[in-house]
């Protein structure tokens, strides 16, 4: 599996993961959890869930944006050199 789909797939599963921690039927469940157990650490319990799993979504972003290589402008500038060139180097 070439590098650049490896990453795509890897982006893809971990924001998928995050979206579905955000959303119904999870926050249901969680929703439940905080009507027995408002608070969570002195703070509410929904509100703690929903902003551990925006912070990991940006935080996520934030790292893929400088590790992977695909997603690097210095590498997409290179290849469009390239081609422009007239090929590869």
Request: aromatic share 16%; hydrophobic share 55%; glycine share 8%.
């Amino acid at each position: 599996m070439p590098a650049a789909k490896k990453e795509s797939l890897i982006v893809a599963v971990f924001f998928i993961i995050t979206l579905l921690m955000t959303n119904p039927p999870v926050v249901n469940w969680v929703s439940a959890y905080a009507e027995e157990n408002p608070l969570l650490f002195g703070w509410p319990t929904l509100w703690v869930w929903l902003q551990v799993w925006y912070l990991l979504m940006i935080g996520g972003l934030i790292w893929f944006g400088l590790k992977f290589k695909s997603w690097n402008v210095e590498y997409i500038e290179e290849s469009v050199e390239g081609h422009l060139d007239g090929g590869d180097k």
